[in-house]
């Protein structure tokens, strides 16, 4: 009997989505998850949507689309943190389409076609903030070190790039047809192969 590739194809998934919702309710909506440090204003916290002093200071206000802390932090860049909360929303949906058929207990012989849409399109934005996080935080980072403050990365910077890979391992197992069997997964069984 072949085993049920679905389980661990939807775990998998939800991993991601839990990793990109941690992304998306970063600072200042939560102190603890951030994208980078910094030791400038007696520290500082800089997340998706803001920032926060570690002093138990005020932080960047109300979390919204696109903050500043001249001239380390470049604005436009912070804008593009909106595809952490629209990648989590597909992730969401490519990991709900696997619920039908991880209630049924039956292995398929091919992968949904829509989930294989909606881990191609979760990756995808996935990929995108995560090269905009790095462009960010990077820059960042050296600009903070080039005055000569400290800078470290936060957890939030490594649980995208975590996000990122397992979201394109599952693209790419749906898209190749083997999440759920063999390298000919979206082939009939009844058609011979002639070598």
């Known amino acids: ?13 939800f991993a991601a989505f ?6 998306t309710f970063s600072v200042p909506l939560v102190s603890t998850f951030y994208f980078l440090h910094a030791d400038i204003a007696g520290g500082v916290k800089f997340g998706g949507w ?11 206000g109300s979390a919204h689309v696109g903050y500043s802390w001249d001239p380390d932090i470049i604005v436009w860049l912070t804008k593009v943190m909106i595809f952490y909360p629209i990648a ?16 049924t207990g039956r292995p398929k012989m091919f992968p949904s076609p829509i989930y294989s849409i909606l881990a ?27 005055d000569g403050f400290h800078a470290t990365y936060g957890p939030l910077f490594w649980m995208a790039l975590v996000a990122t890979i397992i979201l394109f391992l599952m693209t790419l197992n749906s898209g190749c047809g083997s999440v759920f069997r063999g ?3 979206r082939a009939s069984p009844y058609i011979a192969y002639n070598v």
Not at 3 to 10: R, S, V, W, Y
Not at 88 to 103: G, H, I, N, V
Not at 121 to 145: E, M, N, P
Request: with cysteine; proline share 8%.
């Open 18 to 23: 839990v990793l990109l919702i941690l992304c």
């Open 120 to 146: 191609l399109i979760s990756f995808i934005t996935t990929f995108v903030a995560y090269i905009f996080t790095i462009a960010l935080f990077v820059t960042a980072q050296h600009r903070f070190k080039r």
């Open 88 to 103: 989590t929303a597909f992730t969401f949906l490519a990991a709900a389409s696997l619920l039908p058929l991880l209630c």
């Open 50 to 60: 803001g920032w926060c002093l570690d002093n138990q200071g005020p932080c960047s």
């Open 183 to 185: 390298r000919f997964g």
């Open 1 to 13: 009997m072949p085993i049920n590739p679905i389980p661990p194809a939807f775990l998998l998934t």
